[in-house]
């Protein structure tokens, strides 16, 4: 006998509700409870963990701070026993690479400041220098160039600002009084 489509769709069907059946009767019949009252009256204790000591664990270690002994903690083993009585051991910063050059020296004026004045009265104040190895006096206005490098900045009545032209560095002198060879 020949079946149809719609027929054999239904054999198929009745097929897979009965193996359902089968499997939710085996498992439901095996199942025991995992916890609370047990068929035969006895308690048993569920398998849970108690949380609560975690969290304080978790707080106290979230509130700890970092307190150095002076051990490196990069290296293994124990302090060596001179650092381990007197502390860590403060080692002097060390730079390493190429380093930069040093810083220009500060600007120099080879002469002395002995004096100044104002011709006419209430003119532009004049300093009057001197060389240190010679006799020659050199009389400059602020902004005058002197020695072609060095730019007269203030006259002040006790010192003399200048500023190298070259490096930009500043400097000054101070006004110096008559020496004791020459007072004679």
């Known amino acids: 006998m020949a079946q149809t489509k719609q027929q054999k769709q239904l054999v198929v069907l ?3 509700v009965l193996v359902a059946a089968a499997v939710w009767y085996g498992y439901g019949r095996k199942a025991t409870p995992r916890s609370g009252l047990s068929a035969n009256g006895q308690y048993t ?8 000591r975690f969290i304080v664990d978790l707080d106290r270690a979230q509130k700890t701070e970092y307190k150095s002994s002076g051990r490196n903690i ?9 650092q381990a009585k007197n502390g860590p051991v403060k080692e002097p910063f060390r730079i390493y690479g190429p380093q ?21 009265a ?8 001197k060389e240190e190895n010679g006799d020659e006096v050199h009389i400059v206005s602020e902004g005058d160039v002197l020695l072609n490098h060095i730019r007269i900045l203030h ?8 500023e190298d032209i070259n490096t930009g560095q500043k400097g000054s002198k101070t006004l110096e009084g008559p020496s004791p060879q020459t007072a004679s």
């Open 45 to 52: 204790e569920i398998n849970a963990q108690d949380y609560g």
């Open 155 to 162: 006259i002040g009545n006790e010192r003399l600002d200048f």
């Open 14 to 16: 009745a097929v897979l």
């Open 100 to 120: 930069p050059p040093p810083p220009p020296p500060p600007a120099q004026l080879p002469m002395v400041f002995f004096g100044y004045g104002m011709l006419p």
């Open 74 to 82: 990069f290296v293994m083993g124990p302090m060596p026993v001179e």
């Open 122 to 129: 209430g003119g532009p104040r004049q300093a009057f220098l």
